[in-house]
């Protein structure tokens, strides 16, 4: 009998995800800034965090791999608040 290897299947990340990531790791590092920095750049540097978090939701999931509900994949279908078996 054949031995059948499952390959990992690798996710990746488009741009709506790595624009969230972004715009959440300069939301965790504003207090910082706010802090240690310029006090002269308070409205520069959230203004800065508000339109990257603005930017993030406003970009769709483009790629080749964007979520939809027939997918295969399981990392791949979109979260849903209920789970209909």
Known sequence: MADK?????????????????FATTLLFLLPFALYFGDERKVTFYTGSV????ALAVVLPPFGWMRPH?????????????????
Do not use: C, E, W
């Open 5 to 21: 290897k499952t390959k990992r299947y690798h996710q990746g990340h488009d741009i709506k995800s790595l624009a969230i990531n």
């Open 50 to 53: 508000v339109a990257f978090l």
């Open 69 to 85: 509900p027939y997918s295969d994949l399981p990392g791949n279908k979109p979260m849903l608040f209920r789970k209909d078996d």
